[in-house]
């Protein structure tokens, strides 16, 4: 995806993923879909943060010739007729960075959408690959902060208990537990699991191999059923 790709772009396309796959039919339809370069070369002007109202908007516009010069909203209803299922727009999300990159997986039921910290060589293949393990191990959060802290308390809690019913004495709890909660992260947060392509790494240790500076600063994620 070039530098230039629109926010509205990347936007665009996770609510064209969303609106075309929001439904149980009785089998998969036939979704057009509009690749990120069509996206490019149709909205190639980036535009401001949207509202809900404005996101609203979006759905009455003319998107693409793919479309036949329809909107959004007329896409849902005609798809409607075609598979015999209600279609909404159930989710939307958005991502700033100076690089976003995203996936689909194959069945449209995933996409993820993750941002780099600079675009820089190799930033594309990068972005891609970070976004592939984010759809197939399914972080809850991008890193340690990203955790919601009720959840750490659960995950020690827990932990504390495993340790008792194991018959570790009490004073020893807090820093075994300490230890579970690393490996939490380690399983949980995108930037510290294992890459999935090279399990000697990382997906941080993985960036830093396209460049020394380079992080993943960002991380959206839309699962379906």
Not at 126 to 144: D, G, S, Y
């Amino acid at each position: 995806m070039s530098q230039t790709l629109s926010r509205y772009a990347v936007q665009l396309a996770m609510v064209l993923f969303i609106a075309g796959c929001a439904s149980t039919p009785p089998q998969a339809p036939q979704i057009q879909r509009i690749s990120p370069e069509e996206l490019e070369r149709i909205m190639p002007k980036p535009v401001p943060n949207l509202t809900l109202e404005e996101i609203v908007k979006l759905s009455q516009a003319k998107v693409s010739a793919d479309f036949n010069g329809i909107t959004v909203a007329e896409k849902l209803i005609e798809q409607t007729g075609v598979i015999g299922e209600k279609i909404e727009i159930g989710s939307f999300e958005r991502l700033e960075g100076p690089f976003v990159g995203s996936y689909i997986h194959a069945g449209n039921k995933i996409a993820t959408l993750v941002a780099l910290s600079a675009n820089v060589a190799g930033a594309e293949e990068a972005a891609r690959n970070v976004a592939m393990q984010a759809a197939a191990m399914n972080p809850i959060a991008l890193n340690e902060a990203g955790v919601d802290a009720a959840i750490i308390e659960k995950e020690i809690e827990i932990a504390k208990e495993q340790l008792r019913a194991e018959g570790k004495p009490e004073a020893m709890l807090e820093n075994i537990s300490k230890g579970k909660i690393q490996r939490f992260y380690k399983d949980n947060t995108l930037v510290n699991q294992d890459y999935i392509k090279d399990g000697s790494m990382s997906v941080a240790g993985y960036i830093k191999t396209v460049d020394a500076g380079l992080t993943v600063t960002g991380l959206k994620r839309v699962a379906l059923g």
